[in-house]
C-alpha cells in the first residue's frame, strides 16, 4: 500500500502544530489512542523537525508527514528527520520536483484549474485545498473537480472544516482526506490535553465511518414462508412489503430471505460512508472481513460481510 493509499483510508489528516518537541510523541499517541494513524506536523516552528524524528522513533505505527513545506531545504530536512510525506500550502515547482526526484509522496495546496493543470503535468493527482474555507469548501472542491474528473484528482480540504461539518466532506467521490488543525487543538497540545485529543479524534473517525442499522435480515427455508412472514407482518403491523428475487421486504429495514443464507438466524446490514475505510479501521478492532463475500459495482465494493457471527446473525456492510 502506497503512502497516499493509507492516508486515503485513513480519511483524517491532522495537522498538527507543536511548539514542544516533546509533545510530538504524546499528540501521536493521543492520536492513535483514538483510532487514527495518520499525522501532518507543520514547519510552523522550529520543534517540528525534533517532533518528527521522535514521532518516527517512538511510533512506528504511525504515518508522519511534514507540513507547510516551503522550500526544497526544508522538505530535504523534514525527509531526514523521517517525514514520510510532505505537504505544502501551494505549489512550489522546485519542492515538487524534488520530491518526484526523491520519490516522496508530496500534496501541494492547488485551488485554481491551473494550479491543477500544473500539478497533473507532474503526474500529480492528490491535491491540498487550502484554505477550504476561503475557496468554497466542499462546493469549490466540487466544483473543481467537474472538468478535471477523468484525470482522477481527488482533494484534502484543509481549513474551516470540523466536527460539525465533517460529514459533509467525507462521502464525496473528491474528497481523498480531510486535514485540520481540528483533530489536535494547538492549546491542548500546550495544555497537555491529550485525552481531549483522543476523545475529538474518536468522534471523528466515527463521523468519517458513518456507521448505521440499515435493515434485518431473517432466515426463511423457501419463498413460500417469505411470502407468509411479510403477510404476517403486513396484517399486525401495516408494514408495506417489496417484493424481490431472492427475498421479501416487510417495511424499509426487515428483509425476509427466500433462502437460508449466512447466519444462523440471518443477517444484519450496516451502512457506512466507505467500504475499505471502515476495513482500515474495523481490523485495527480486531474486526476482519470475509473478502470471498465482498461484491462489487464495477471496481467499488459495495457490499462485504464481517467473518464473525453476532448473536447468531451475520453481519454485512453496504456502501452508502
Same mark, same amino acid.
Given at each position: 500500500?502506497?503512502? =497516499?493509499?493509507?492516508?486515503?483510508?485513513?480519511?483524517?489528516?491532522?495537522?498538527?502544530?507543536?511548539n514542544d518537541a516533546?509533545?510530538?510523541?504524546?499528540?501521536?499517541?493521543?492520536?492513535?489512542?483514538?483510532?487514527?494513524?495518520?499525522?501532518?506536523?507543520?514547519?510552523?516552528?522550529?520543534?517540528? *523537525?525534533?517532533?518528527?524524528?521522535?514521532?518516527?522513533?517512538?511510533?512506528?505505527?504511525?504515518?508522519?508527514?511534514?507540513?507547510?513545506?516551503?522550500?526544497?531545504?526544508k522538505a530535504k530536512?523534514?525527509?531526514?528527520?523521517?517525514?514520510?510525506?510532505?505537504?505544502?500550502?501551494?505549489?512550489?515547482?522546485?519542492?515538487?520536483?524534488?520530491?518526484?526526484?526523491?520519490?516522496?509522496?508530496?500534496?501541494?495546496?492547488?485551488?485554481?484549474?491551473?494550479?491543477?493543470?500544473?500539478? *497533473? !503535468?507532474?503526474?500529480?493527482?492528490?491535491?491540498?485545498?487550502?484554505?477550504?474555507?476561503?475557496?468554497?469548501?466542499?462546493?469549490?472542491?466540487?466544483?473543481?473537480?467537474?472538468?478535471?474528473?477523468?484525470?482522477?484528482?481527488?482533494?484534502?480540504?484543509?481549513?474551516?472544516?470540523? =466536527?460539525?461539518?465533517?460529514?459533509?466532506?467525507?462521502?464525496?467521490?473528491?474528497?481523498?482526506?480531510?486535514?485540520?488543525?481540528?483533530?489536535?487543538k494547538t492549546e491542548?497540545?500546550?495544555?497537555?490535553?491529550?485525552?481531549?485529543?483522543?476523545?475529538?479524534?474518536?468522534?471523528?473517525?466515527?463521523?468519517?465511518?458513518?456507521?448505521?442499522?440499515?435493515?434485518?435480515?431473517?432466515?426463511?427455508?423457501?419463498?413460500?414462508? !417469505?411470502?407468509?412472514?411479510?403477510?404476517?407482518?403486513?396484517?399486525?403491523?401495516?408494514?408495506?412489503?417489496?417484493?424481490?428475487?431472492?427475498?421479501?421486504?416487510?417495511?424499509?429495514? *426487515?428483509?425476509?430471505?427466500?433462502?437460508?443464507?449466512?447466519?444462523?438466524?440471518?443477517?444484519?446490514?450496516?451502512?457506512?460512508?466507505?467500504?475499505?475505510?471502515?476495513?482500515?479501521? =474495523?481490523?485495527?478492532?480486531?474486526?476482519?472481513?470475509?473478502?470471498?463475500?465482498?461484491?462489487?459495482?464495477?471496481?467499488?465494493?459495495?457490499?462485504?460481510?464481517?467473518?464473525?457471527?453476532?448473536?447468531?446473525?451475520?453481519?454485512?456492510? *453496504?456502501?452508502?
Amino acid at each position: 500500500m502506497s503512502v =497516499l493509499e493509507r492516508i486515503g483510508l485513513a480519511g483524517l489528516v491532522p495537522v498538527v502544530v507543536i511548539n514542544d518537541a516533546g509533545d510530538g510523541e504524546a499528540t501521536a499517541k493521543a492520536l492513535l489512542k483514538g483510532g487514527l494513524d495518520v499525522m501532518e506536523i507543520t514547519m510552523r516552528t522550529t520543534a517540528g *523537525l525534533d517532533a518528527i524524528r521522535k514521532v518516527r522513533q517512538n511510533c512506528p505505527e504511525m504515518l508522519v508527514g511534514a507540513g507547510t513545506v516551503l522550500s526544497v531545504n526544508k522538505a530535504k530536512e523534514a525527509v531526514d528527520a523521517g517525514a514520510q510525506f510532505i505537504v505544502a500550502p501551494g505549489f512550489n515547482p522546485e519542492v515538487v520536483v524534488w520530491c518526484i526526484d526523491h520519490e516522496i509522496p508530496i500534496t501541494p495546496g492547488c485551488v485554481t484549474p491551473t494550479e491543477i493543470e500544473k500539478a *497533473l !503535468s507532474f503526474g500529480l493527482k492528490i491535491l491540498k485545498f487550502f484554505p477550504a474555507d476561503v475557496y468554497g469548501g466542499v462546493n469549490g472542491c466540487k466544483a473543481l473537480y467537474g472538468p478535471y474528473q477523468s484525470e482522477g484528482i481527488k482533494f484534502i480540504p484543509t481549513g474551516g472544516v470540523d =466536527l460539525s461539518n465533517l460529514s459533509d466532506f467525507v462521502s464525496r467521490p473528491f474528497i481523498h482526506a480531510v486535514g485540520g488543525g481540528f483533530l489536535c487543538k494547538t492549546e491542548d497540545i500546550a495544555a497537555h490535553n491529550f485525552d481531549t485529543i483522543a476523545d475529538t479524534t474518536q468522534k471523528a473517525v466515527e463521523i468519517l465511518l458513518g456507521f448505521q442499522f440499515e435493515h434485518l435480515g431473517i432466515n426463511q427455508d423457501s419463498g413460500e414462508e !417469505s411470502m407468509k412472514a411479510v403477510g404476517l407482518f403486513e396484517k399486525a403491523f401495516g408494514f408495506q412489503p417489496k417484493y424481490g428475487v431472492n427475498s421479501n421486504f416487510s417495511g424499509p429495514s *426487515l428483509e425476509i430471505t427466500n433462502a437460508m443464507g449466512l447466519g444462523q438466524h440471518g443477517h444484519i446490514a450496516v451502512k457506512t460512508n466507505s467500504i475499505p475505510r471502515a476495513i482500515h479501521y =474495523l481490523k485495527p478492532r480486531g474486526v476482519d472481513v470475509n473478502m470471498d463475500t465482498a461484491k462489487y459495482k464495477g471496481e467499488k465494493m459495495i457490499a462485504v460481510y464481517l467473518k464473525e457471527e453476532y448473536a447468531g446473525f451475520a453481519v454485512h456492510l *453496504l456502501e452508502k
